[in-house]
């Protein structure tokens, strides 16, 4: 390897020994306990309410947990490290999209009209609690392709949870599944999109 192409590797690298490192990786913990901690409440929340789309989106932040968790990882690896790393991301991503899917499926099989009012709240908190994470993220997000994909992440549960709201509340108003059903089913989408476009980017990577 050259000299020049070791500092195009190196200045790819976030340092985290550093004042922006250091303060990029407390972000990381920060977003990662936000999202852990609110996969548990959606989760408890979901099963109680009966709420297909508070479940599903327990296991978006979930996966939001785990890309925050292995960004703090790899954030000072080689780049080629990084790109791998994210791929897996990617990867888990799409699994939990699909199992969204198959929940939405069950769901259907077996119709009961969740709670309404447990929908509404549990979804205004995890707004709440993602537009926190996108915006402690936002300037960040251009330094690592990890950190990329973790406001990805964020930028798709702020749009998500909105959805969850709506459908609280066409649940209440219509005492029907279909909105939660819906809204399972629209999140369920844009995590797989958003999967594809991590995998697609980190295999763009891989092959510099």
């Known amino acids: 390897m050259t000299q020049e192409t070791q500092h195009q590797d190196n200045c790819c690298a976030v340092n985290l020994n550093n004042a922006g490192g250091k303060t990029l990786k407390k972000v990381l913990f920060l977003?990662?306990?936000?999202?852990?901690?609110?996969?548990?409440?959606?989760?408890?929340?979901g099963l109680v309410a009966h709420s297909n789309?508070?479940?599903?989106?327990?296991?978006?932040?979930?996966g939001d947990a785990f890309v925050y968790g292995i960004s703090i990882a790899v954030l000072s690896k080689h780049p080629s490290v990084r790109a791998r790393v994210s791929l897996v991301k990617g990867a888990v991503m799409f699994?939990?999209?699909?199992?969204?899917?198959?929940?939405?499926?069950?769901?259907?099989?077996?119709?009961?009209?969740?709670?309404?009012?447990?929908?509404t709240l549990i979804g205004s908190l995890a707004l709440?609690?993602?537009?926190?994470?996108?915006?402690?993220?936002?300037k960040h997000k251009a330094k690592d392709l990890n950190v990329r994909s973790a406001w990805i992440c964020s930028r798709n549960d702020v749009v998500a949870n909105i959805g969850v709201i709506i459908a609280g509340l066409l649940v209440a108003r219509f005492n029907s599944i279909w909105p939660d059903i819906t809204a399972g089913l629209i999140i369920a989408f844009i995590v797989i999109q958003s999967s594809i476009q991590i995998i697609k980017e980190s295999l763009n990577h891989s092959k510099r």
């Open 31 to 45: 977003v990662f306990f936000i999202n852990f901690g609110m996969f548990f409440v959606e989760m408890v929340s």
């Open 53 to 62: 789309a508070l479940l599903a989106d327990s296991l978006d932040m979930l």
């Open 95 to 119: 699994t939990l999209g699909l199992l969204v899917v198959v929940e939405s499926i069950l769901k259907i099989i077996n119709p009961v009209v969740p709670i309404a009012e447990t929908i």
């Open 128 to 138: 709440l609690a993602n537009a926190a994470s996108f915006a402690l993220l936002l």
